[in-house]
Antibody, heavy 117, light 108 residues
Framework: EVQLVESGGGLVKPGGSLELSCAAS????????MNWVRQAPGKGLEWVSL????????YYADSVKGRFTISRDNAKNSLYLQLNSLRADDTAVYYC??????????WGQGTLVTVSS | DIQMTQSPSSLSASVGDRVTITCRAS??????LGWYQQKPGKAPKRLIY???SLQSGVPSRFSGSGSGTEFTLTISSLQPEDFATYYC??????????FGQGTKLEIK
């Protein structure tokens, strides 16, 4: 069974930093493209970033480009998202999402990031 | 950027009703579309991929159709556990994926 467990969320001040982690199990992590998708409170879904299986391809939404960094460690079956220069509008639940036959097939339960002074 | 417009934004229906939700793309996306169900406080769950393929384990009362710019999600006979918010997702414009704004399905 595919399992994705996010951690690292919390309360951070504007301009601060945070690193999110996603622990994967139940599949061969190193063979799948992974994503982060976020959802602001009471709002819709927004794709944030993608990293290919070998980290050869990395992409970001314009809203986070230059501030967020996605990475992965296939030996540790883990995905990461480094969030820098955080703003109030980055407040959201962040989901770790695995591609399958097509993109965004399996989702973790999410971790909440709150940016507030 | 490809924009996805869902309608309606909210919908009231009764158990046993047939329900249809529509998603329109601002340009043709072939069949690069998925449908997701999200219940309050939970992660989204994919129901349909490639516009009309049923995700494993999803009840057959859910179906998807369409291609190009117009797509529909149909629930043939609503069950109590189907009341949730539904989103479409286009992935034609890899990797700049975009979601519809969501349709909240409520009990009448």
């Amino acid at each position: 069974e595919v399992q994705l467990v996010e951690s690292g969320g919390g309360l951070v001040k504007p301009g601060g930093s945070l690193e999110l982690s996603c622990a994967a199990s139940g599949f061969t992590f190193g063979t799948y493209t992974m994503n982060w998708v976020r959802q602001a409170p009471g709002k819709g879904l927004e794709w944030v970033s993608l990293i290919s299986s070998s980290s050869s391809y990395i992409y970001y939404a314009d809203s986070v480009k230059g501030r967020f960094t996605i990475s992965r460690d296939n030996a540790k079956n883990s995905l990461y998202l480094q969030l820098n220069s955080l703003r109030a509008d980055d407040t959201a639940v962040y989901y770790c999402v695995r591609d399958s036959t097509t993109p965004l097939g399996y989702w973790g339960q999410g971790t909440l990031v709150t940016v507030s002074s | 950027d490809i924009q996805m417009t869902q309608s309606p934004s909210s919908l009231s229906a009764s158990v046993g009703d047939r329900v249809t939700i529509t998603c329109r793309a601002s340009q043709g996306i072939g069949n690069d579309l998925g449908w997701y169900q999200q219940k309050p406080g939970k992660a989204p769950k994919r129901l349909i991929y490639a516009a009309s393929s049923l995700q494993s384990g999803v009840p057959s009362r859910f179906s998807g159709s369409g291609s190009g710019t117009e797509f529909t999600l149909t629930i043939s006979s609503l069950q109590p556990e189907d009341f949730a918010t539904y989103y479409c997702l286009q992935h034609k414009s890899y990797p700049q994926y975009t979601f519809g704004q969501g349709t909240k399905l409520e009990i009448k």
